[in-house]
Every structure is written in C-alpha cells, then in structure tokens.
C-alpha cells in the first residue's frame, strides 16, 4: 500500500493561489485512485476532488472551475492546483489514496490510505 504526505499548505489572501502536493510512497502508485479532501474549521470532512488511476478527474461543484488536481506517476505525486481562493477554502488538506475502484470516489470510507494533512488558511 502507499502512503500519502501532504505539503504545500500555508496563508493566502483572497483571489491568490496555493499548490499543495502529496508524495505516496510505497508501490504501484499509478493503480491508485488519489483523492483530496479538506475539513473546515469545525466542519465535516469534505470532497474536493480525486483523479483516477486512468486520469479522468472530478470536482466537487465548490472548486470546480478554480481548482486543478494532476499527479505524476513518475514522481509518486498528486497536486492539487488551487487558484482564485476564497476564506471558505481554508481548512485542513488531506491527500487519499485508494487501490479497490468501489463507491464513489467523493466518499472518505471508501479510501484506505490517508495523509495527516496540511492546513490552508486564505485571509479576506
């Protein structure tokens, strides 16, 4: 299994942009479907988007448009792309990885491998 590391997060203003990055070590990245999650101060854990082992992409309807996950199975890596930020963006960032292609890819529980995350704070 791999196992996902989150970097890149920090402060941004309102309009700015941040790229966050997850290195997943371990074997045969490219078979996993990656996902990014991010949890609001005081919130739920929330969908942000995934990109499948195949590549196709989704997003959840709030950062579509504004955001743009990638991964590099060369490099072990999934980004995620983060521009015209706004204060409801900021959270706690978690990379996910997971191997068995079940459920939706928007859910948590069907992850198996999870970052500790990193924190985005974007100021108004």
């Known amino acids: 299994q791999v196992h996902p590391e989150e970097s890149g997060g920090g402060l941004a203003q309102a309009g700015g942009s941040l790229k966050l990055s997850c290195v997943a070590s371990g074997r045969a990245f490219g078979s996993y479907d990656m996902g990014w999650f991010r949890q609001p101060p005081g919130k739920e854990r929330e969908f942000v988007a995934s990109?499948?082992?195949?590549?196709?992409?989704e997003y959840s309807d709030s950062v579509a448009g504004r955001f743009t996950i990638s991964r590099d199975n060369a490099k072990n890596t999934v980004y995620l792309e983060m521009n015209s930020l706004k204060p409801e963006d900021t959270g706690v960032y978690y990379c996910?990885?997971?191997?068995?292609?079940?459920?939706?890819?928007?859910?948590?529980?069907?992850?198996?491998?999870w970052g500790e995350g990193t924190l985005v704070t974007v100021s108004s």
């Open positions: 996910a990885a997971r191997l068995k292609r079940l459920g939706s890819v928007t859910r948590p529980g069907f992850y198996d491998n």
């Open positions: 990109i499948r082992s195949g590549g196709v992409t």
